[in-house]
Structures are given as C-alpha cells and as structure tokens.
C-alpha cells in the first residue's frame, strides 16, 4: 500500500511539474516567477529536499497574479481565484491522509497545476496588459488637468475638471448612473421615460443600456439629428414632440401615467441625480495637490441639477467656502432670473443657441443650495451665445476639445475680458469642461456661422 502511495505521490508531483514548466514557458507575467518554477518543477522530478517548499512559493505568488486579475470584472477570472484557494486545501488534506513522507510537495505540484489552469485561462490577456474584452463602464474618474494657457491669461492657476470624457461625453452620465441604477435596484424597474434636449438622453439610452433597461426618449424637434442617432445607437425609442424640452416633458410625463411600468426621468430633477452628480466634487478633493482649497469654481447651469450636485459635494468635503460662479447664455438664464428674484422664476421661451441649457426654469432643489451658499454663489446669465461659441472654438485652439456652447458658456467666464475681472480675487479656480457629446466640426461651424463670428475665427485672438 505504501509503495502506492509512493507512486501517487511521485505521479502527481511529476505531471505537475511538467505543468509548471509549460506555464512557465508558455505563458510568462513576471520573468521572476517563471524562473522560480523552471527550477522547482526540475527539482520536484529530482526529487531534491527541500523543492515542494520552492515550488509551493511560486505557486502562492502565481495565484496571488491570478487574483489581482480577477479583481477586475472585465477579466471575469474569480473562477480561478476560489479553484486555486479549493486546490490549496484539497492537496494539504490529500497529503496528510495518504501521510506521505513529502505532503508539501505534494501540496506544491497540486497548486502548480492550479497554476497552470489559472494561467492557462489568464491567456486572453495580451502581455501587454491590454485586455482583449472590456466591460462597458458608466461612468469614469474624470481628469483634473492644469492649464498653463489659461492660468497664464489669468495670471492665477486654473484647473479644468474633464468630464467631457464620460462615456457619452457629458457630466449627466453621473446622474443617470446613480439613479437609474437605483430604480433598478431598489424598485426593479424594467422601462423608463426620459426628456430631453440631448446630452441627458443620451446618458439614459447609454446607461439604460448598460442595465439592460427598455429606454425611451422624448426629444423637441430642436434637437440635434447628431445627439437624436446617438441616443437611437443604444437601442432607445425616440420620439420627437414639440418646439422646445417642456413640450417634450409634458409627453413624456403623459407616456408615463398611461405605463404602469414605466418611470419618468428628469433630465436634472431628482435626488439620486444630484447626489451622482456631486461625485464630481469627491473626485476633485481626491484629485486637489494644492495647500488650500480651490477658492473657485465655474460651471454652466441649465436645469439645476449639476450645480445642485456640487454644492452637496461642496458641503460633504467642507469646501464652504468656495465660491461657485454660475454661467448661463442671456436666452436661457432661468437660473440668473431665480437668483435675481430669491424665488423659482420661470422665462418665457428659450432663445439661445446653446439648446442643452434649455430649461424655462431652474429644480427647486438648486435654490437651496444658493440659500446655503448666500454670498458664495454668483449668477453670470449675460453671456451671449457668440461669447459661448467663440470660447468653445478658442477652447479647441488651447486644448484640442470639442465642448458646446452650453458649456462655453462656462468657459466664457475665462476668455472674455468683461467676466474674468471677477475672478480676480481667487488665487485657484476649477472650471467644470460639462461636455461635448454633441459637438463636431461640421456643427462649430454652423455654431460659428449662426452667431456671426468670420469663417476664420479658428485663429481668433483671446481680444
């Protein structure tokens, strides 16, 4: 019977070790492990004292690669991970029942074969590190980039927070994640029903998408046929009505009381909304290597619910006392009337060229914030649509992106000479770059040519 043992023994550790040369061989991660099983797979078939312990090292340190792989889902490797860690404990029991004179070698050719499974299936990964399949992802951690172009024009530091580089191009991509996610989660939604006028859309087809959500989206007719065929390329329903987003609004939220299944989705109205949109803010500390906090931050404000979201951000990382400018284009400034007035203040009719700030008026949720935020909030809504796109263009000129004129007129605030006089008490100021999903070549130049701005204005001077 021992002499069975023997050969189990001496079978196992051999075939092993063949194992281990092969992934050491074939399929190399660190030059330093495979060397470290070349040498332990030759001295298990030499049966050398001392190589189950070498060989049980290379194989812990080869499954703890195998983890670190399967941390990420887009490898979808924790298979392996719980294998190896089976493996580990079956080939410990295996030994110490057949009481073999050599149960850590055992052990060792045991997790070296769980090694060469787990590399073996690790082989769709280049070696490069490039991964073959990735997982679509919702949202991202957007850059915080310097800008040594405009610091220098404002003589003080400016940041620019990208998240024009979400998934969709857009900041709603925050949001709608947050909340659609929600819905799903907590009250197993199947469908919902957005409005609006581009960008919001756009995240919740993308979005809906990634959560195998049925989307549909009312857009108004002044929507871009660019943003209309990108939401449609996610599989979303569209549907055109109306002159302007609340006619669009109205049917959406008439499509929703007739679907009892169905959940409406506001573009910028809704709590988990906002709190998706303060990750912003989170991200920026995270991101902040300054000695003091920014003492200034810029972005563009149509319905509310960005600036909603960084002042919440604001107060949870106790940035108080930052001050937020709010910029709007003079044709779509419900925000600015609302400051004026101290109440919700509704604008007739949207006339700006700057379609995604097209709310007539501002979520109720956002005049809290400025009451908490009294004497730190100003309202810029004089910026006219050729200032917006004319920062949008000279904006490509400095960083080669292209934005909207929703957010140039954020950007504005720091091109044109009659708004950055107010900055000039701020010694670090981040500008929220809001998006650009619906921007290409073609429409700057229609934008160019609509507000009367010359042909060549792509070498336009910052006068």
Not at 5 to 30: K, M, Q
Not at 198 to 207: D, I
Request: hydrophobic share 40%; with cysteine; glycine share 10%.
């Amino acid at each position: 019977m021992r002499s069975v043992e023997r050969d189990l023994t001496l079978y196992v550790s051999n075939a092993a070790a063949v194992g281990l040369l092969i992934s050491a061989v074939h399929f190399p991660i660190r030059s330093y492990i495979s060397q470290a099983q070349i040498i332990s797979a030759v001295a298990v078939m030499a049966r050398i004292p001392g190589a189950g312990m070498l060989g049980a090292v290379a194989a812990v340190v080869g499954i703890k690669i195998i983890r670190d792989d399967a941390s990420n889902p887009s490898c979808k490797q924790g298979k392996w991970k719980k294998l190896a860690v089976a493996g580990t404990a079956g080939a410990l029991c295996l030994g110490l029942s057949l009481r073999t004179l050599r149960p850590v070698t055992l052990a060792a050719s045991t997790l070296s074969a769980v090694f060469l499974i787990g590399r073996w299936s690790a082989n769709s990964i280049p070696r490069q590190g490039i991964r073959t399949h990735v997982q679509p992802t919702m949202t991202i951690r957007t850059p915080l980039l310097y800008s040594p172009v405009i610091s220098n024009k404002l003589g003080r530091k400016v940041y620019l927070k990208l998240d024009n580089l979400q998934p969709t191009g857009s900041f709603k991509d925050r949001g709608m994640s947050r909340y659609l996610t929600y819905l799903k989660t907590e009250k197993k939604a199947t469908r919902v029903i957005s409005s609006s006028g581009g960008n919001a859309g756009h995240a919740v087809a993308y979005v809906g998408k990634c959560l195998g959500l049925r989307v549909t989206v009312v857009v108004p007719k002044s929507a871009p046929q660019m943003m209309v065929d990108k939401i449609k390329s996610h599989g979303a329903e569209v549907t055109v009505h109306g002159d302007a987003w609340p006619q669009a609004d109205e049917l959406a939220r008439e499509m929703v009381a007739k679907d009892p299944n169905a959940h409406y989705i506001s573009p910028f109205d809704h709590p988990k909304i906002w709190e998706g949109h303060s990750t912003m803010i989170d991200e920026i500390k995270s991101q902040w290597d300054e000695k003091y906090p920014p003492s200034a931050i810029i972005c563009c404000v149509g319905g509310g619910g960005l600036l909603t979201g960084i002042y919440q951000g604001l107060d949870r990382v106790g940035w108080t006392d930052t001050t937020v400018y709010a910029a709007e284009t003079e044709g779509a400034a419900s925000f600015a009337e609302s400051y004026k007035q101290g109440k919700l203040a509704k604008i007739d009719k949207i006339r700006s060229i700057a379609t995604t700030l097209g709310a007539t008026q501002v979520s109720p949720g956002v005049l809290e914030g400025m009451r908490k935020h009294d004497g730190k909030t100003y309202a810029i809504g004089d910026v006219t649509d050729k200032e917006a796109v004319k920062a949008c263009v000279t904006f490509l000129k400095d960083h080669r992106m292209l934005v909207e004129p929703a957010c140039g007129a954020a950007l504005s605030v720091l091109y044109t000479e009659r708004h950055r006089k107010m900055l000039d008490s701020h010694e670090s100021i981040v500008a929220v770059v809001c998006g650009g999903g619906g921007a290409d070549l073609p429409t700057l130049s229609e934008w160019v040519a609509k507000v009367g701005l010359s042909k060549t204005t792509l070498e336009i001077s910052d006068s």
